[in-house]
């Protein structure tokens, strides 16, 4: 049925091989991206016909796994190399390879000319093939592997300028980061296995059946550990509070790296991670909790560092941080269609976005280049009024800015308002709910408006480079603006077939084809959920879902007027708040200082702790146990070699003084 | 006739003498002369336990130590003069150059 | 009146001694009478003589005759000894030849001495009388008395023998006071006899005079091995007597007092064996430890070879104290191995010595290694050998040492017994160190290895490995010396 | 083919015959000489894998007399099983590499230098064929020997304090070991053993209190061997002063000797003494994972830090074995082999770089990656397999040990060890970051030159083994699946139900005991009382229940872990 499903991760592999180990003799750019490009594009035709064929069977029987090896064997404990084709992963897949590919076309433009070109495309398939891993695998180890994978390319492209210590630093933070999660992946994936065969003597890691026994499971309890283990893992890929802080610093990869994988791709495998397992955290009310709310605090927190922040790429990457907050918020709220949702339209208006800055900042770069200015190419203090001088751009960026904004119509609206719905109305948190929900909405204002300030600072006013470079700045490229068509036009209707029911009624009964679609998936959390209905009660009011519909347009609007305000029409006020504010301006442009309080909680502390268990503990008290040892006896050594006097009565002495201890002891005995 | 125990404990004491003289003194003739007196009490003990248990093997023993000391006699005073030779002592204080 | 009748005597058990006596004296004769003829001869006359020796001796294995009225006995315990002797002998006079020439001390009288010492080992080996004992450790060590003073014009040869002598008459004192009480105490001095006489006694331990009889004369053979705390003697004394000599020393009249207390504890006086193991349990500590320990910080090679002398005592000592067949036997067998690369170490030293400066350091060895590899490589088998690490004789025969003491159920002493070994280890790995992996101070002189040194080495090296990969047949050999006693 | 394993193990002895008859001044034919003989060995020693036959049994044994005398008959007795197979080839894979490491590297006493390592081939081999507990002993020892010289003679600044504290303390703790084999011999004897085989030994019912002793005496030499914390001062040092074969030796395969101890005497001999100190030695293993990460942190010197890692890695491999199931079991194995890939070609790394620049400070370096992209490559690849990203060998070895852990009463400390894969990230990366990544400051570094055909041809088979053993283990885990669970079993002591305890052969020790002072109480009931005993009652019953391999580890009440163990309220 799915035969050729193997194709999918395998094409990005060869093509990582070919360029990894013949790249450097190639040569050629065209020919390069052409094969990397071209592998992807090849994935994406292969998903598109999976997922034809998904849909052409009956929803109940959308399930199917391949396998193509067997991998380890060991006892109780087997996982194969098998893939699962179901609606989540084909959705993945289709984001993965569709995204994935106008990425790589984007790329091979954006990096013309750099040193490691063909590396660069290498780590982008080799990132890809895990990423298909990621979401195709049908156990948790597979997962684990596309996980670790996804995890060690970002690492490669992170540190792909790898002469900047920055680069470096940011992504050696990035993958311990990530490691951080991994712990808490193999401690639940542990927990899970050992307490379902030891309890059930079900030894299973396959996500088939581990679903299908799901019902074994009690509620709470083990699973609140396993879960929350799972979602620690989580938390560090998707870069949740507490460990959100690498993924700012990753930006100091390439910008298509930043759009694929820390904006579209990689660091969604958490919320797709979350929706996998929905039967598992459907049974955990408090680890539910725990998703919710520091998703929520991520949104909201995130966005906050967001408004201050100048380089534009960092503000996206804040913006990712925050809605991702979103996507945890869904999930946390059991929302899990909602949350599959807003990743897809996350990833088609954010890869946009970062796609429009990359080219922002290429052509300022080039711009600055060719002035030989100093100036930093991505700082948006430095750039205005590019919307004449880039217009695709600046339309492309444009709509996606809206989509994100939440603005009646676009994508982003529909995916974020369900989840600010479902946040308010779930039956899971109680009064937990109104809080959620406001927070969500606080933050889709702030998100307005830094987006819009970003919009403002960038292309709107006069430029503020030298006029001389200014001269040089540029529309990109075809092959780069492609993608950001491609991407924008996604970005405008994406959103169209997941139409929340209640607009849905309105319009004409256009059900929610989305929600219908993955709903096999969930299959598992709606049953349990049914059967616990009676002790948790959503709230079901159409009134109300139209009123806080409205609420959070309103605030989104309001925040691109005060971004308007601010950054159009009264320019000065920004300068003015900073200076009435300065410790509040300091703590939010510096990220809340949280970076320099890890260093100085963990960091420090480590390296100290190391520092004093090898100078202090290994040399001076094991090594100085033995040489005291050592030297103990040596000083006995020379003890007794004092007492060889070389006079001839000493020793008749000790002779006699044998004689006679022997005597007595004997005869006295 | 004096019993088995006065002679042990004759022989006994002068065997003390002996071994506390070659503790004690320095010349090497006279630390010889006193182990030459441990050998005579062994001789002593010897003879006495001969006599007490009736048989002579102790006495044939006597015999083998006297002929023994005094190869021990010459090659030790044979020794003694190589070493008066080289030092013009032969105080066994003087007998240290190899120690530790 | 009647006649004396001399019984008839069975002359076979002594007749290996009675050989190598004529010819001791021939050879004295030659030396006498030919004053300045070759004395290298004189070596290889009696290294053949030696060998011819083994010869006889070996053809007796097997066989059990006791003569001169139960006084001496031709047992596999006894041949088994005289083997080692022989060879702590014959390699001994191998090397002699080259040191001697270079000291210039080349006497005739050596060689003749030589044999006289093996003779008086042999006598105690095969004694099962304490008067034929005492014979034959008097024989032994007023030779040797003469061996370790025998390069007279040195000060330091001078004193060895001096101090040797004086300590060395100091103890036979006590060991025949102790064969006197023992006489006293049980009435004969045949050994088989005491044995039975002990064997009636309803409380032996009790039996003051035996048991300090026992004590004493156990001082008398603890001084002859070296065992602490009667040991101060050794290092001096193998320091200052000619090396060939200390060679010989450290191995065979070892083997001897160990040959002759054997036979005297394990027949004569199994029942005291409660006193006596534990006795022996503290010497061997004792000894092992201050050898081993004292060992490590000389700089002096022979002086540290001298300590590890001691420490070997020590082990054997473990072996002792078990008193059982593997323990016994484990004792047989280390003998003969500590001869082949005892010896065989102090053939080196000899080789690397200069003339005047007998008694390198450890220092002098710095980048021997690599300047004589073959003969490095031979020092290198010695030392892994003395401390014990397979594939070497020396890792066998500690192996049944320690395999006895732990058989039965001296854990302890095991225990301290390896934890010696594994400290003797560092001296014994700083020969190996500084011969490869220190640059050498100055040019070495062209070592000369004459022929005879070349051979006792072959032996050494021969005798060292072959023992350590296939041991069976030695070890057998040894169980069956130790079957009959 | 019969003899084909002492034909593998004597291959490279019969090398040094060989190279003993070639003039030292001839370097290049001695080193040809010793890289054909080592593969040579290696394409003799495959033949052992292909003939090998999947299942439990030792094969291709050979088993002749020996020694016999007193109460001692040693056997010449040799033979493989899936435990012993992978780590011989193992050892003859890397003898190769090890050559050609030093091809350059060692310019002086050549002759001797490969004649040393052609010797600890034979004796590593050696020892892990050896069914013959006597025969393993005199190799393990032997061992030592070519490794001192190979320190010593070829080694760094530091070496003479490096290579004698090696041998002395390994020397250590393998007397005392030497001191239980006998004792256990002694005991053997008693019950009947007739030579020193250690299969005989694995049925041999010991009383626990004695089996204590033993298990510590071996205990301790194979910890010092692995090594384990506290006892592994000596590696740093080691390895620091060993030229670069010999630390690749060390690390790849000698290390191994302590982990292949373990699972081939100390545990299946004595199995209830290990239960009973198995939380012991997991703690320590943990510490040591824990530990040796820090340590390895902030170290200066790359070679160190690679020491140091050895040290958490082989940590891991310990809490697997003390898991006592299959899973830990199987990733135990299969870690020691990725160890012995991983850390065999960071060895390698440090020593290109060592040849280039002739220092190992991490400060010193610097930005390499622009002015050695190749080298920069296969750095990341090795550093990534010792970090255990998967797709390399070094995951599917950790995971089983973690998971094995996991399924074991070890729960918490396979918490606690699974922290290791975050430390292990920081400072492997971060070391790689500080050497590889940054500008190229130094002016020494801007000369470098990139690896040539010989470093790339050593590095080649430990790359695609990297991938081969981390994509596709699954041959690698049939090979030992049969032995390991047979081994399983053995470990899973009778005393498991405390009925089953053998009363019989506590009288036959009677006479050992008596004088030892090891006065053990008679049965197993004197065990319960003891501090840390575990409770046997526990186990009884419900073992029937579980899948094979899985002693019935979960079983056990749980005192300590409320929150994680929620069928204990049962």
């Known amino acids: 049925m799915f035969d050729n499903v193997w194709l999918i991760p395998i094409l990005p592999l060869i093509g990582f091989l070919i360029n990894g180990l013949l790249g450097k003799k190639i040569k050629n750019e065209t020919v390069i991206g052409g094969i990397a490009a071209g592998a992807v594009l090849g994935s994406f035709v292969v998903s598109c016909m999976t997922i034809l064929k998904l849909l052409s069977l009956p929803s109940t029987e959308r399930v199917a796994e391949v396998k193509i090896f067997s991998w380890i064997t060991s006892g109780t404990f087997n996982a194969d190399v098998a893939f699962l084709i179901d609606p989540l992963s084909c959705i993945m897949i289709m984001i993965v390879s569709g995204v994935g590919f106008l990425i790589h076309l984007y790329s091979i433009g954006y990096m013309h000319g750099e040193e490691g070109f063909y590396r660069y495309f290498a780590y982008l398939n080799l990132f890809t093939f895990s990423m298909f891993l990621l979401v195709l695998g049908n156990n948790l180890l597979l997962m684990f592997v596309g996980w670790e994978g996804v995890g060690l390319c970002s690492y490669l492209l992170i540190g792909y300028y790898f002469h900047k210590k920055s680069a470096g630093d940011a992504g050696k933070k990035a993958f311990v980061m990530n490691r951080v999660g991994d712990f808490g992946f193999l401690l639940g994936l542990f927990t899970l296995f050992w307490y379902m065969g030891s309890t059930h003597n079900i030894w299973t890691i396959r996500f088939t059946e581990m679903a299908a026994s799901s019902h074994l499971l009690p509620t709470g309890g083990i699973v609140t550990v396993i879960t929350l283990c799972f979602f620690l893992g989580a938390t560090g890929k998707s870069a949740q509070i507490p460990l959100y802080t690498w993924l700012p610093d990753a930006m100091e990869g390439p910008t298509p790296v930043s759009a694929l994988i ?407 005995k | 006739m004096a019993n088995l125990n006065s002679y042990l404990i004759i022989s006994a004491i002068l065997f003390s003498i002996g071994t506390v003289g070659v503790l004690t003194r320095k010349n090497a003739i006279v630390i010889f002369m006193c182990i030459e007196l441990m050998l005579n009490a062994v001789n002593l003990t010897f003879v006495a336990l001969s006599r007490h248990l009736g048989n002579l093997d102790g006495q044939v023993f006597v015999f083998f130590i006297m002929t023994v000391a005094a190869a021990e006699a010459a090659v030790g005073l044979a020794l003694m003069i190589s070493f008066y030779n080289n030092k013009e002592s032969i105080d066994v204080d003087d007998v240290h150059l190899m120690k530790w | 009146m009647d006649m004396i009748s001399i019984p008839a005597i069975n002359m076979t058990p002594i007749l290996p001694e009675i050989f190598l006596s004529s010819l001791a004296m021939v050879l004295l004769l030659i030396t006498v009478f030919s004053p300045g003829g070759s004395k290298s001869l004189l070596g290889n006359i009696s290294f053949i003589g030696i060998a011819a020796t083994a010869v006889l001796v070996g053809s007796g294995w097997g066989a059990n005759i006791s003569s001169f009225n139960g006084s001496v006995i031709l047992d596999n315990f006894a041949t088994f000894f005289k083997m080692v002797f022989l060879l702590s002998a014959g390699l001994s006079i191998l090397i002699s030849d080259k040191y001697m020439n270079r000291e210039g001390c080349n006497h005739g009288e050596l060689y003749p001495i030589i044999l006289f010492t093996t003779v008086g080992m042999m006598l105690m080996a095969s004694g099962t009388d304490l008067m034929v004992i005492f014979l034959g450790l008097e024989v032994m060590s007023v030779s040797l008395y003469v061996l370790a003073g025998f390069n007279r014009n040195n000060l330091k040869s001078n004193e060895a023998g001096l101090k040797y002598f004086l300590l060395g008459a100091f103890s036979t004192g006590f060991l025949l ?23 009636q006694m309803t409380l032996p331990s009790a039996n003051i005079m035996l048991v300090a009889g026992m004590l004493l004369m ?74 081993n320990i004292t060992a490590l910080r000389q700089d002096n090679i022979k002086r540290m070879l001298a300590y590890s002398s001691i420490a070997h005592a020590g082990y054997c000592l473990v072996g002792f104290a078990a008193g059982n067949g593997t323990g016994t036997a484990g004792i047989l067998f280390y003998m003969l191995s500590y001869a082949f690369m005892n010896i065989g170490a102090f053939a080196i030293i000899i080789l690397v010595a200069k003339k005047g400066e007998p008694n390198g350091t450890v220092m002098d060895l710095a980048g021997f290694g690599f300047k004589h590899p073959i003969l490095a490589l031979a020092m290198t088998i010695f030392m892994f050998s003395l401390a014990g690490v397979p594939p070497t004789a020396g890792f066998i025969g500690k192996f049944y040492l320690f395999s006895g003491a732990i058989q039965k159920g001296y854990i302890w002493l095991a225990i301290l017994g390896v934890l010696n070994s594994a400290a003797s280890v560092y001296y014994y790995l700083r020969v190996i160190v500084y011969m490869y992996m220190k640059e050498p101070n100055e040019e070495f002189e062209w070592t000369v290895v004459t022929a005879p040194v070349a051979l006792a080495l072959l032996i050494a090296v021969a005798g060292t490995l072959i023992p350590g990969v296939v041991p069976s047949l030695l070890l057998e050999l040894a169980q069956n010396a130790i079957k009959l006693i | 083919m019969s003899n084909i394993l002492s034909l593998t193990t004597f291959l490279p002895l019969l090398g040094v015959l060989l190279l003993f008859f070639i003039p030292k001044e001839n370097k290049a034919v001695l080193r040809g000489l010793t890289l054909a003989v080592t593969l040579v060995t290696f394409i ?158 694995y049925n041999l019912k010991i009383d626990p209190a004695i089996q204590v002793w033993m298990f510590l005496a071996f205990a301790l030499a194979f910890a010092i061997k692995v090594p384990m914390f506290p006892l592994h001062t000596w590696l740093p040092d080691a390895h620091t002063e060993a030229p670069t074969a010999g630390s690749v030796i060390l ?125 920069a490559t296969m750095f990341l690849i090795v550093t990534l397999s010792s970090i255990g990203v998967p797709g390399t060998n070094g995951f599917a070895g950790e995971f089983l040990v973690l998971l ?139 073992n029937g229940q579980m899948p094979a391999g899985h002693p019935g580890m979960s079983q056990d009440g749980q005192t300590s872990e409320p929150a994680i163990n929620p069928h204990e309220s049962k």
């Open chain 3, 177 to 199: 006071y102790g064969m006197a009480l023992i006489y006293g105490a049980t009435g004969t001095t045949r050994i088989a006899k005491i044995a039975t006489i002990i064997g």
């Open chain 4, 44 to 201: 003799v020693s495959l033949l052992i894998l292909t003939g090998f036959k999947t299942n439990a049994e030792f094969q291709f044994v050979e088993n002749v007399p020996w020694i016999a005398a007193g109460p001692f008959v040693m056997r010449y007795n040799i033979g493989v099983d899936g435990i012993s197979l992978w780590l011989v080839i193992l050892t003859t894979f890397i003898m190769p590499i090890s050559v050609l490491s030093t091809w350059k590297a060692v310019e002086e006493k050549v002759k001797e230098y490969m004649i040393c390592l052609l010797i600890l081939e034979t004796s590593l081999i050696g020892a892990f064929i050896s069914i013959d507990m006597f025969l393993f002993y005199i190799y393990w020892e032997l061992m030592l020997i070519p490794m001192y010289f190979m320190i010593g003679i070829w080694g760094g600044k530091n070496r003479l304090y490096a290579t004698v504290k090696f041998f002395i303390y390994t020397m250590v703790g393998s007397l005392l070991m030497l001191v239980a084999f006998i004792y256990l011999y002694m005991l053997g004897t008693q019950a009947g053993v007739t030579d020193f085989s250690v299969l005989h030994f």
């Open chain 4, 251 to 375: 690390a790849a395969i000698m290390l191994k000797m302590g982990t292949y101890g373990y699972v081939r005497f100390a545990m299946p001999l004595f199995p209830e003494a290990a239960h009973r100190f198995a939380p012991l030695l997991a703690t320590l293993a943990v510490i040591g994972i824990i530990y040796a990460a820090l340590v390895a942190m902030v170290q200066e010197d790359v070679k160190k830090l690679v020491a140091y890692s050895s040290v958490a890695h082989l940590g891991f491999v310990m809490l697997g074995l003390f898991a006592f199931n299959v899973n830990g079991m199987t990733g135990s194995m299969l870690q020691m082999l990725n160890h012995g890939i991983s850390t065999g070609a960071l060895f390698l790394i440090v020593g290109f770089i060592y040849e280039r620049r002739h220092t190992r400070l991490i400060t010193d370096f610097g930005g390499l990656a622009k002015q050695m992209p190749i080298f």
């Open chain 1, 262 to 668: 820390h904006a579209a791709t990689m660091v969604t495998a958490g919320v797709y991670m979350i929706a996998r397992m929905n039967y598992l955290f459907i049974r955990s009310p408090e680890t539910l909790t725990v998703i919710a709310v520091i998703g929520a605090c991520t949104a909201l927190f995130a966005a906050t560092i967001g408004t201050a922040q100048n380089d534009i790429k960092r503000v996206l990457a804040y913006s990712t941080v925050s809605q991702l907050g979103y996507m945890f918020l869904a999930m946390g709220v059991g929302a899990f269609g909602a949350g599959i949702f807003h990743l897809m339209t996350h990833a088609f208006f954010k890869a946009c976005l970062f796609l429009g800055s990359g080219a922002v900042i290429h052509s300022m770069h080039g711009a600055l280049h060719h002035a030989h200015s100093h100036d930093d190419a991505q700082d948006m203090r430095n750039m205005g009024g590019l919307k004449s001088k880039m217009p695709l751009t600046f339309a492309t960026f444009l709509l996606a800015t809206i989509a994100i904004a939440g603005i009646p119509g676009f994508s982003g609206f529909f995916s974020k308002d369900e989840i600010l719905w479902q946040a308010f109305s779930n039956p899971h948190h109680g009064n937990l709910n109104l809080l959620l929900w406001g927070m969500g909405a606080v933050a889709a204002g702030l998100t307005a408006f830094y987006m819009f300030r970003l919009v403002f600072m960038t292309f709107f006013g006069e430029c503020r480079i030298t006029p001389k470079a200014k001269d040089h700045l540029h529309e990109s490229p075809m092959v780069i603006v492609f993608p950001l068509i491609v991407l924008a036009g996604l970005s405008v209707v994406g959103g169209y077939i997941g139409i929340p029911k209640v607009i849905g009624e309105v319009v004409g009964g256009i059900p929610n084809y989305f929600e219908h679609y993955l709903s096999p998936v969930f299959k598992y959390s709606e049953e349990y959920m049914a059967e616990h209905a009676s002790a948790h009660a959503g709230v079901h009011n159409v009134a109300l879902e139209w009123g806080l519909m409205g609420t959070s347009v309103l605030i989104a609007l309001i925040g691109i007027t005060i971004a308007y305000t601010l950054y159009v029409a009264n320019t000065g006020i920004p300068a003015r708040f900073t200076a009435a504010f300065p410790a509040l301006h300091r703590a939010v442009y510096n990220k809340w200082y949280i970076d320099e309080l890890y260093d100085f909680i963990i960091v420090n502390p480590c390296k100290a702790f190391g520092q004093f268990l090898w100078k202090g503990f290994d040399v001076v008290i094991v090594d100085g146990a033995v040489n005291g040892v050592a030297n103990t006896v040596m000083a006995f050594s020379g003890l007794f070699r004092l007492m060889q006097t070389g006079l001839l009565s000493n020793y008749a002495w000790s002779m006699a003084f044998g004689v006679v201890v022997m005597l007595s002891y004997f005869i006295l």
């Open chain 4, 404 to 542: 094995g852990g996991y399924e074991s009463e070890l729960r918490w400390w396979t918490v606690v060890a699974t922290s290791g894969v975050i430390f292990a990230a920081v400072y492997m990366l971060w070391m790689f970051q500080r050497v590889m990544f940054g500008e190229l400051t130094n002016p020494k570094n801007q000369s470098l030159l990139d690896l040539d055909a010989r470093e790339i041809a050593i590095m080649i088979p430990l790359i695609v083994l990297i991938f081969v053993m981390g994509v596709y283990p699954n041959p690698f885990i049939e090979k030992m699946d049969p032995a390991i669970k047979k081994l399983v079993a053995q470990i899973r002591p009778a005393s498991m139900d405390v009925k089953k305890i053998d009363t019989t052969s506590p009288a036959a020790h009677g006479a050992i005991q008596s004088q030892s002072g090891l006065q053990a109480p008679a049965g197993y009931q004197g065990m319960s009382g003891m501090p840390g005993a575990e409770q046997p009652a526990g186990h009884s019953g419900t």
């Open chain 3, 218 to 291: 156990f001082t008398g053979f603890a001084f002859k091995v070296a065992a602490a705390p009667f040991h101060m003697w050794t290092p001096d004394v193998y320091e200052g007597a000619p090396t060939p000599m200390t060679a010989f020393m450290s191995t065979g009249p070892k083997a001897a007092a160990f040959a002759a207390s054997l036979r005297i504890f394990l027949i004569a006086l199994p029942t005291l064996q409660a006193e006596w193991g534990q006795l022996l349990w503290v010497l061997a500590v004792l000894t092992m430890t201050v050898g």
